[in-house]
């Protein structure tokens, strides 16, 4: 694999100008202004910010609830850091140059800095590659490997890069290309992100093997490598196209949860996360749930993607800064800038998705279906999924793209309702509108005389390794069928389409006649400590949660 196999083979000029750091704009970062993230008065809330162009691969340190660090890659030499103190507007602080502060060495390929405070001392960590003053970098021979600066206070002035744990047989920095003797696993390549834990401070890290794959050490016991995920590591889906990337951590309500990207810049590039009660235990081993997906026209071709994010939080609400790569004209890659979008979270920890909203309606026989989005502003974008892609189905997708309407993308923040025209005579006056939160994956409307053809349910991963089971309990005699869905059939799936019919007994019950879903969950097999969730249910909805307690 190359040095940074999600991006194409690239000399150093040619890899600048794709990270929009080549121009003026983005090359002068110490006289830029700084930077201001301004609000519609239409606002919802949960708008996606522009805030800083050519920017890409964001890290957010957060000193407190009043000031903040940004850092991203640049212009693949140096490092722009700036300074907030309320997320929205960003002031340029300084420009880290590795080259300027090491008398030795000249670094380049300058990627993915993570910021933290570790044992009292402000760290920078990135991705780069080294070579004595005035060689030639990037460097035959050599590989990207991942550097560590220190600064003794907030002015962030940060000194001469080290490699970590070098001479040692510990997870480490490679300057050369290959793997070290112990394993590629203990070979620190790029992306590298720190966390400090109650049990010590730990470093995620992704190195290359048949692939990019994410491992972790906790450095208070620095032997001990935890295999997180990646192709040489565990089976992966095509679309993650054999890359793993990009970790960062943070913990809410006793949650820890890990995200990472995945897939070719220019193909799949998305983002997912996992879940889990402990660090150890954010592995591929637990459900892995997709946060955003990239975007494509009607004709197919890409035309934006999002990735390599940071989380932090200020006065309990939550952001997510990540970039953004822009196809335009569609299909061809133009540039990469941050942005920044509130994180919503649902009962169960889960988070709502960057880009999708799941529309479901109920059915009307004979009837075929169109939606409008209704923006913030008043305007509509109608049909933005007309008839010839809606059809007589009942439930569709929306991942920010109205194939319908030119292609328009509209962003979830954006819309303030959702309308579904119905017709049973290619005549399209009636419709169904209902009022959208800007940030909730799943919208339902009702139609009138209609019925739900089926159910979506979702359910909370209770353990690692669980097994689950579905139970319904029968409007008309108040009976439950248990197992409905039996574990041979959903075994460790965290959602199911309950169409009508209970497969382990082989009983028909239709959707109107189940007053109650109910979840169990169970270990190896132990269903006589199995742990149950339920939730009632109207008849008519077609999206039931469920939280097992």
Same mark, same amino acid.
């Given at each position: 694999?190359?040095?940074?196999?999600?991006?194409?083979?690239?000399?150093?000029?040619?890899?600048?100008?794709?990270?929009?750091?080549?121009?003026?704009?983005?090359?002068?970062?110490?006289?830029?202004?700084?930077?201001?993230?301004?609000?519609?008065?239409?606002?919802?809330?949960?708008?996606?910010?522009?805030?800083?162009?050519?920017?890409?691969?964001?890290?957010?340190?957060?000193?407190?609830?009043?000031?903040?660090?940004?850092?991203?890659?640049?212009?693949?030499?140096?490092?722009?850091?700036?300074?907030?103190?309320?997320?929205?507007?960003?002031?340029?602080?300084?420009?880290?140059?590795?080259?300027?502060?090491?008398?030795?060495?000249?670094?380049?390929?300058?990627?993915?800095?993570?910021?933290?405070?570790?044992?009292?001392?402000?760290?920078?960590?990135?991705?780069?590659?080294?070579?004595?003053?005035?060689?030639?970098?990037?460097?035959?021979?050599?590989?990207?490997?991942?550097?560590?600066?220190?600064?003794?206070?907030?002015?962030?002035?940060?000194?001469?890069?080290?490699?970590?744990?070098?001479?040692?047989?510990?997870?480490?920095?490679?300057?050369?290309?290959?793997?070290? #003797?112990?394993?590629?696993?203990?070979?620190?390549?790029?992306?590298?992100?720190?966390?400090?834990?109650?049990?010590?401070?730990?470093?995620?890290?992704?190195?290359?093997?048949?692939?990019?794959?994410?491992?972790?050490?906790?450095?208070?016991?620095?032997?001990?490598?935890?295999?997180?995920?990646?192709?040489?590591?565990?089976?992966?889906?095509?679309?993650?196209?054999?890359?793993?990337?990009?970790?960062?951590?943070?913990?809410?309500?006793?949650?820890?949860?890990?995200?990472?990207?995945?897939?070719?810049?220019?193909?799949?590039?998305?983002?997912?996360?996992?879940?889990?009660?402990?660090?150890?235990?954010?592995?591929?081993?637990?459900?892995?749930?997709?946060?955003?997906?990239?975007?494509?026209?009607?004709?197919?071709?890409?035309?934006?993607?999002?990735?390599?994010?940071?989380?932090?939080?200020?006065?309990?609400?939550?952001?997510?800064?990540?970039?953004?790569?822009?196809?335009?004209?569609?299909?061809?890659?133009?540039?990469?800038?941050?942005?920044?979008?509130?994180?919503?979270?649902?009962?169960?920890?889960?988070?709502?998705?960057?880009?999708?909203?799941?529309?479901?309606?109920?059915? #009307?026989?004979?009837?075929?279906?169109?939606?409008?989005?209704?923006?913030?502003?008043?305007?509509?974008?109608?049909?933005?999924?007309?008839?010839?892609?809606?059809?007589?189905?009942?439930?569709?997708?929306?991942?920010?793209?109205?194939?319908?309407?030119?292609?328009?993308?509209?962003? #979830?923040?954006?819309?303030?309702?959702?309308?579904?025209?119905?017709?049973?005579?290619?005549?399209?006056?009636?419709?169904?509108?209902?009022?959208?939160?800007?940030?909730?994956?799943?919208?339902?409307?009702?139609?009138?005389?209609?019925?739900?053809?089926?159910?979506?349910?979702?359910?909370?991963?209770?353990?690692?390794?669980?097994?689950?089971?579905?139970?319904?309990?029968?409007?008309?005699?108040?009976?439950?069928?248990?197992?409905?869905?039996?574990?041979?059939?959903?075994?460790?799936?965290?959602?199911?389409?309950?169409?009508?019919?209970?497969?382990?007994?082989?009983?028909?019950?239709?959707?109107?006649?189940?007053?109650?879903?109910?979840?169990?969950?169970?270990?190896?097999?132990?269903?006589?400590?199995?742990?149950?969730?339920?939730?009632?249910?109207?008849?008519?909805?077609?999206?039931?949660?469920?939280?097992?307690?």
């Amino acid at each position: 694999m190359r040095s940074r196999p999600s991006w194409p083979s690239l000399s150093l000029f040619a890899l600048s100008a794709l990270l929009g750091c080549s121009g003026e704009e983005d090359s002068r970062h110490d006289s830029e202004p700084g930077l201001q993230v301004a609000e519609s008065p239409l606002a919802s809330g949960w708008e996606r910010t522009l805030v800083v162009p050519g920017m890409a691969d964001p890290e957010v340190y957060k000193e407190n609830d009043d000031l903040f660090f940004l850092t991203g890659t640049g212009n693949s030499v140096t490092l722009p850091i700036y300074e907030t103190n309320d997320l929205t507007t960003f002031r340029f602080k300084l420009e880290y140059n590795p080259s300027v502060a090491d008398p030795v060495y000249d670094y380049c390929l300058i990627w993915a800095p993570d910021l933290n405070k570790i044992n009292g001392a402000y760290v920078l960590t990135f991705s780069g590659q080294r070579v004595p003053n005035g060689a030639a970098c990037p460097a035959s021979g050599q590989d990207v490997t991942t550097f560590r600066a220190s600064a003794p206070d907030l002015n962030l002035r940060f000194g001469v890069p080290q490699p970590i744990n070098p001479n040692t047989t510990l997870p480490r920095s490679n300057i050369s290309a290959g793997c070290v #003797k112990e394993g590629c696993n203990r070979t620190i390549r790029i992306d590298s992100a720190t966390y400090n834990d109650p049990s010590g401070s730990w470093l995620y890290y992704v190195w290359f093997d048949r692939g990019n794959n994410i491992s972790a050490i906790n450095t208070a016991a620095p032997a001990t490598v935890y295999n997180v995920t990646g192709p040489a590591i565990a089976a992966v889906p095509a679309h993650e196209e054999g890359i793993n990337e990009a970790p960062e951590i943070f913990k809410r309500n006793g949650i820890y949860y890990l995200l990472f990207s995945h897939g070719w810049f220019n193909s799949q590039y998305a983002m997912s996360y996992i879940m889990a009660d402990s660090l150890p235990q954010l592995t591929r081993a637990r459900a892995v749930r997709r946060l955003s997906q990239p975007m494509r026209n009607a004709a197919g071709q890409l035309v934006q993607t999002h990735g390599h994010n940071a989380i932090v939080d200020r006065r309990g609400e939550y952001f997510n800064f990540f970039h953004q790569g822009a196809f335009q004209p569609a299909g061809t890659f133009t540039s990469r800038s941050t942005y920044k979008q509130r994180v919503a979270f649902k009962p169960d920890g889960t988070m709502h998705s960057l880009n999708q909203i799941n529309v479901r309606w109920n059915r #009307k026989a004979g009837y075929s279906y169109s939606l409008d989005l209704v923006l913030r502003d008043g305007s509509v974008v109608g049909p933005c999924l007309d008839v010839n892609r809606l059809g007589t189905g009942n439930k569709v997708t929306f991942d920010g793209v109205c194939l319908s309407a030119n292609s328009r993308m509209v962003n #979830k923040g954006d819309i303030a309702a959702l309308r579904i025209f119905y017709s049973n005579n290619n005549v399209w006056g009636p419709s169904v509108e209902t009022p959208y939160d800007g940030f909730s994956d799943d919208v339902f409307l009702s139609l009138p005389s209609g019925v739900a053809p089926f159910v979506d349910l979702t359910w909370n991963e209770k353990q690692t390794g669980a097994q689950y089971s579905i139970d319904v309990q029968r409007r008309d005699t108040g009976a439950w069928i248990g197992p409905c869905i039996g574990v041979n059939s959903v075994n460790r799936a965290l959602a199911w389409t309950y169409g009508g019919r209970c497969d382990t007994p082989g009983i028909d019950v239709a959707p109107s006649n189940i007053s109650t879903f109910r979840i169990c969950s169970a270990v190896n097999g132990d269903w006589a400590r199995a742990t149950c969730g339920a939730t009632s249910y109207d008849g008519k909805g077609m999206h039931v949660p469920v939280v097992i307690p």
